[in-house]
């Protein structure tokens, strides 16, 4: 298993590097007030595709910061019960006679 998965990697990266490598025409980008840039259009996707990736882990971060609370909470309230579970069960011992 460990082989297809590092051969898969190795398959990915050979695509993406026929593909960076096929696609190297320049291009420029046109902005607001004048500004210009003039780069490979791989470098355009790339940034531009980093750019998205970072987006969308900013979005998602407030909902995994309130499920990790959420989490904590859950397992203080289990350890609590289960301290009173076992607090109730040692006082259901019978006392032996002496």
């Known amino acids: 298993m460990r082989y297809i998965i590092w051969?898969?990697?190795?398959?990915?990266?050979?695509?993406?590097?026929?593909?960076?490598?096929?696609?190297?025409?320049?291009?420029?980008?046109?902005?607001?007030?004048?500004f210009e840039w003039n780069t490979s259009l791989v470098v355009v996707l790339l940034c531009f595709f980093a750019i998205g990736a970072a987006v969308g882990i900013l979005a998602m971060l407030g909902s995994v910061l309130v499920q990790r609370r959420e989490l904590a909470s859950a397992k203080r309230e289990l350890q609590l019960k289960q301290k009173l579970d076992q607090a109730e069960e040692n006082s259901r011992l019978p006392i032996q006679p002496s």
């Open 7 to 34: 051969l898969l990697r190795v398959a990915l990266f050979v695509a993406l590097l026929g593909f960076a490598l096929k696609n190297d025409q320049a291009v420029m980008l046109r902005y607001f007030f004048g």
